[in-house]
């Protein structure tokens, strides 16, 4: 079976939808099932570094948005043509812009279905990104939006079950199939922590509290700092790390430099994920996770392959995979009830190894090469229909 995806995002631009996208791909092969991806050229190192199988289409910048881009139609329609002249079975299409437009059209003139997987909170989006924009009048946007786009193809697949009743509540009809992106095995490898705090600077008993995500607005990391402003005043030691790139950088480290704590909060940028990121992880004491739009949340078990502990809000996709017994500790949005939890745990290292144990087994427990079994088992049922 050769199944074509298409996304407006893909590597080097590093978000979760990337990650998804290539977890997903490295372990289809196994459960026959070919692949080719189509993605935007992001004209940077590491565009061209791909595995066989992903087509690069002529793209854009992104007013506003260095990090993203914006495919030309009449190429992506084009290179899609051709992928699929090749012989394709279904289109699976990964997000709600050109690609979703351009995907359903390949699959409606190869006569094949089309799934979609809905990476995205498209409501607290457009929230963050159209502020001027009524807030009640922008969920109704986006909720006629996203039943529109979903009527389009055949089924869809949402990352955790919150996010299928969200997709049912919206009044979307489509069938909707909770399939999570799973853990790869090798994210279960250890990473080196003292390596990484030595080639930073970071002393060996200096608290270490990590967040690993898009620097952009609707991953709540104002909270965070605030959190750890009120944190400096109990532990005046603690170094809040923020790993990533993206549009509210410059605007979060004014807000550390105006809350009085920029000397104990470092923007990393991007870490190459098959060594730096995971001695990123396994440096930290803690990490620290307050998203609301997150429709899985891959990062908290990443977290918890490498022994760190979690201090999380339950939100949205990560409840699901927030369960008891996870490793993590889990509280309300309230900067004092983070700040307290994370002074008691920074002085308990008995208590981080337990938690940290408990993470480890139940980030082992998500297998990606399962949870690729399954997403084969789903295609093959909807080309069989």
């Given at each position: 079976m050769h199944v074509l995806y298409v996304s407006d995002?893909?590597?080097?631009?590093?978000?979760?939808?990337?990650t998804?996208?290539?977890?997903?791909?490295?372990?289809?092969?196994?459960?026959?099932i070919a692949t080719t991806l189509v993605a935007p050229d992001y004209g940077v190192a590491g565009s061209g570094a791909d595995d066989d199988g992903v087509l690069r289409v002529p793209a854009r910048a992104v007013p506003r948005d260095p990090e993203d881009r914006?495919?030309?139609?009449?190429?992506?329609?084009?290179?899609?043509?051709?992928?699929a002249a090749r012989g394709i079975d279904l289109v699976h299409i990964q997000t709600p812009f050109l690609a979703h437009y351009a995907g359903v059209r390949a699959a409606r003139r190869a006569g094949v279905p089309a799934v979609a997987t809905y990476?995205?909170?498209?409501?607290?989006?457009?929230?963050?990104?159209?502020?001027?924009?009524?807030?009640?009048f922008g969920r109704g946007v986006a909720r006629a939006f996203t039943r529109s786009q979903c009527a389009d193809v055949t089924a869809l697949i949402a990352p955790s079950?919150?996010?299928?009743?969200?997709?049912?509540?919206?009044?979307?009809?489509?069938?909707?199939?909770?399939?999570?992106?799973?853990?790869p095995v090798d994210r279960l490898r250890r990473g080196d922590g003292a390596r990484f705090r030595n080639e930073h600077g970071i002393?060996?008993?200096r608290p270490l509290l990590l967040f690993v995500g898009r620097v952009a607005h609707e991953k709540n990391i104002d909270f965070l700092l605030r959190m750890h402003a009120r944190?400096?005043?109990?532990?005046?030691?603690?170094?809040?790390?923020?790993?990533?790139?993206?549009?509210a950088r410059d605007a979060l480290a004014r807000q550390a430099a105006q809350l009085g704590s920029a000397d104990g909060v470092r923007f990393i940028g991007y870490l190459d994920r098959d060594r730096d990121l995971l001695d990123c992880y396994a440096a930290a004491d803690l990490f620290v996770f307050a998203s609301r739009t997150e429709t899985q949340g891959l990062?908290?078990?990443?977290?918890?392959?490498?022994g760190t502990p979690v201090v999380s809000t339950a939100e949205l996709g990560t409840r699901s995979i927030l369960e008891p017994g996870c490793g993590a500790v889990v509280l309300p949005e309230s900067e004092d009830a983070f700040a307290q939890a994370i002074v008691a745990l920074l002085a308990d290292g008995h208590e981080r190894a337990r938690l940290g144990a408990l993470g480890r087994g139940h980030a082992g427990r998500w297998s990606s090469a399962a949870k690729a079994s399954e997403l084969a088992a789903l295609y093959r049922q909807l080309v069989l229909r």
């Open positions: 995002v893909y590597f080097p631009r590093v978000n979760g939808v990337s998804s996208i290539r977890t997903f791909r490295d372990d289809l092969g196994a459960a026959g914006r495919m030309r139609w009449g190429a992506l329609r084009d290179t899609l043509a051709s992928a990476h995205t909170f498209f409501e607290e989006y457009l929230h963050h990104y159209v502020p001027a924009l009524p807030r009640v079950a919150p996010m299928r009743d969200m997709l049912l509540d919206y009044g979307v009809d489509t069938p909707v199939h909770v399939l999570p992106t799973g853990l002393a060996s008993d944190l400096l005043r109990m532990r005046p030691d603690a170094l809040l790390m923020i790993a990533g790139e993206g549009p990062v908290l078990l990443e977290a918890m392959a490498q």
